[in-house]
């Protein structure tokens, strides 16, 4: 069983900083991509960062120079530092990950539960 847990969402005013952890559990062979989406009320879920296995990272223009997505492999956990917040940031993010699990087979999408990041003006 492959479990995610996100944490580090919270309340913050515009302008300020969040880091949101999440970190794969279970029994994982490996993990390929990972990435955090959002899901703003009445939006669609959206892409917001993701990073490969070896480290390339894409972003969606809308967080480009302000959020950084980052990994630690020996940890199965990926990070999101989010600077210069605006209240257009709301939403509830989502990590998600392609995990090959044990005994090794195809790989599979998972997502973690969700964490609410709230900007105030």
């Known amino acids: 069983q492959v479990q995610l847990v996100e944490s580090g969402g919270g309340l913050v005013q515009a302008g300020g900083s969040l880091r949101l952890s999440c970190a794969a559990s279970g029994s994982i062979f490996r993990i390929n991509a990972m990435g955090w989406y959002r899901q703003a009320p009445g939006k669609q879920r959206e892409l917001v960062a993701s990073?490969?296995?070896?480290?390339?990272?894409n972003y969606a223009d809308s967080v480009k120079g302000r959020f950084t997505i980052s990994r630690d492999n020996a940890k199965n956990t990926v990070y999101l530092q989010m600077n210069s917040l605006k209240r257009e940031d709301t939403a509830v993010y989502y990590c998600?990950?392609?995990?090959?699990?044990?005994?090794?087979?195809?790989?599979?999408?998972?997502w973690g539960q969700g964490t609410q990041v709230t900007v105030s003006s």
């Open positions: 990073i490969t296995s070896g480290g390339t990272t």
């Open positions: 998600d990950a392609e995990i090959i699990s044990l005994p090794p087979s195809v790989p599979y999408g998972y």
